[in-house]
C-alpha cells in the first residue's frame, strides 16, 4: 500500500511540475524587438560597410538577424593595470575600432525568450553577424521592446 502511495504521489508532482511550467511560459507572441550588438575588435575599414536598412545574419548559421537601424564606430580601448600606482586605465588601441549595431527584428516572445527565426537573442550573447561586405564576432549588450 505504501508503494502505491508513493507512487501515486511522485505522479501527481510531476504533471504539477509540467503543467506549471507551460502555464509560467505562457503563449509566444509576435513583438518587434531592438537590440544593440557590440561588435570584437575591427579595422576602420568595417564601418566603411555599414549602412542603415541593411539586413544581417548569423555568419554560420545563415539565420536572418533584423535590419540595421544605427551604428556607431567607436576607438577600441583596453584595461591597462599599472602595478606601481595601483590603478587601472584604458588606453586606445592604435587602428583598432569597435562598432555598435543596433538591429531591429520582429521576434517571437515568451516568459524564457526572443527568437528572431531560429536565434535566441539575449544579452550576453555571442553571435556572429554578417552583411553585405563586413562579418564580425560579438556581444548582444543592450535589448528592449518596441513599438
Known amino acids: 500500500d505504501i508503494v502505491i502511495v508513493a507512487l501515486a504521489l511522485v505522479v501527481v508532482a510531476y504533471g504539477l511540475s ?4 507551460r502555464s509560467v511560459a505562457g503563449d509566444p507572441s509576435s ?3 531592438q ?5 570584437n575588435s575591427v ?3 568595417f564601418g566603411d560597410q555599414l549602412f542603415v536598412g ?3 545574419y548569423n555568419s554560420s548559421r545563415n539565420h536572418y538577424l533584423g535590419k540595421l537601424v544605427s551604428f556607431e564606430i567607436r576607438p577600441y580601448e583596453v584595461e591597462v593595470k599599472d602595478l606601481e600606482k595601483g590603478i587601472i586605465t584604458k588606453q ?3 587602428e583598432q575600432f569597435v562598432a555598435s549595431l543596433v538591429i531591429e527584428a520582429d521576434a517571437v516572445s ?3 525568450h526572443y527568437r528572431v527565426t531560429q536565434e535566441d537573442i539575449k544579452i550576453g550573447a555571442s553571435i556572429p553577424v554578417k552583411g553585405k561586405g563586413f ?10 521592446e518596441v513599438e
Open 92 to 94: 586606445i588601441v592604435p
Open 35 to 39: 537590440y544593440t550588438f557590440e561588435t
Open 54 to 56: 541593411a539586413d544581417l
Open 18 to 21: 509540467v503543467f506549471t511550467n
Open 110 to 112: 515568451d516568459a524564457y
Open 43 to 45: 579595422i576602420e575599414s
Open 31 to 33: 513583438v518587434k524587438i
Open 135 to 144: 562579418a564580425s564576432l560579438g556581444y548582444v549588450v543592450g535589448l528592449k
